[in-house]
């Protein structure tokens, strides 16, 4: 809730992580424009509590990468999985105040090949699609580079 209108509202400690992948497991991840060498699946949070955790993943993997979740051929999968971690020092100011953790649910989105994709210049500066094990090794974060590691057993 914002305390006047010249701020933003405060983000909802609740987000998506979507393992983009082929059936050949090959993975996309993008940078982070702000942080190079910072690669990643597609994240984001919820614009709404009431707003379902699917809706949240296919409106996250549209706006970062321009891919359409319910398009022939993809297939978006709840991996009924979620990570609980501290949001770091830096960034609880976007939250409201005594929020200090977040719970994050993991998807994955199938597509049947690799593609280039359009990413968000905002947000993201390159992308590269890696084998699985490749794209867990690059993954800056550890919860990422798990749900990555897992993909054989959810594909």
Known sequence: M???????????????????????????LIERAESPGFWQSVTGSKDAVEEPFEETAMR?????????????GHRLSDWCLENVYDIYPEWLY??????????????????????????????????????WREAADRCYSFSNAEAILLLPRFS
Do not use: M
């Open 60 to 72: 996250e993997v549209a706006e970062e990468t321009g891919l359409d979740g319910r398009a022939p």
């Open 94 to 131: 976007r939250y409201a105040p005594g929020v200090t953790r977040n719970v994050e649910r993991v998807f994955g989105l199938c597509i049947p090949r690799a593609v280039p994709v359009t990413l968000s210049a905002r947000e993201h500066r390159d992308q590269i699609w890696l084998p």
């Open 2 to 28: 914002a305390t006047n209108s010249s701020q933003r509202a405060h983000k909802i400690p609740q987000s998506v992580l979507v393992v983009i992948h082929t059936p050949a497991l090959e993975v996309l």
